[in-house]
């Protein structure tokens, strides 16, 4: 069974500070992971996926398939990053089903 | 707005009354998804779409819920005699293929 852990629900960091996300999964095969985030008052939305290799909003994150973590990072944390934080997987696409385990979330307070 | 769109954005029942919520996702995606998210918990799969067929049930979908897309544009889904552990964000996503998923804002339902 796939699974997706998030062993921080609350983080509190100061602006300026190194900022990391925790995120470990169980999955047999290769897995596809994603991170969500959740503004105040706004819906989910995708901030990145580990097969892009994309830097959104100074965010990155690797997949360790050794460690099963994909890890979100940002070198210096700014206010506006305060939010929900939604680690996610997909397994295989039976019949184009790209559906999603999310993890419990983190939520992420900048400190100014 | 050109996103996935969902209503009612609130729902206030009785116990054992029936509920619909209507999805209407963005126009070019052909897979839909429902989700259901309690409080302090990741979303969770219910059900999926590729245009009008429904592919895949989780075992979350009990048989008083019951989901539509009849034409392969909007969804419905039903919950009939509800109870208080309906009360949940049901979230409504959709998708082209390959590039995540794509969230309304959700039906808040509350089960008196």
């Known amino acids: 069974a796939q699974r997706v852990t998030q062993p921080e629900k609350l983080l509190s960091v100061f602006k300026g500070a190194p900022v990391e996300l925790k995120c470990n999964y169980s999955y047999s095969g290769s897995p596809e992971l994603f991170w969500y985030v959740q503004y105040s008052r706004q819906r989910l939305q995708l901030l990145l996926r580990?097969?892009s290799r994309e830097s959104i909003k100074g965010f990155t994150a690797d997949l360790n398939k050794g460690e099963t973590s994909f890890h979100l990072k940002k070198p210096f944390a700014q206010e506006e990053d305060s939010a929900m934080y939604y680690c996610a997987l997909s397994g295989p696409t039976n019949f184009g089903n790209e559906k999603l385990t999310f993890g419990t979330g983190t939520r992420l307070t900048i400190i100014p | 707005d050109t996103g996935v769109s969902q209503n009612p954005r609130h729902k206030i029942t009785k116990r054992g009354q029936n509920v619909t919520f209507r999805c209407d996702p963005i126009s070019e995606h052909n897979r839909l998804y429902w989700y259901r998210q309690t409080l302090g918990q990741g979303p969770e799969f219910l059900t999926y779409f590729q245009n009008e067929a429904q592919l895949e049930k989780s075992r979350l979908l009990s048989d008083r819920f019951s989901a539509e897309r009849p034409k392969g544009s909007f969804s419905t889904l039903e919950i009939q005699r509800t109870e208080q552990g309906d009360s949940a964000m049901y979230l409504c996503a959709s998708s082209p293929g390959g590039r995540g998923l794509f969230f309304g804002s959700g039906t808040q339902l509350s089960v008196l």
């Open positions: 580990h097969i």
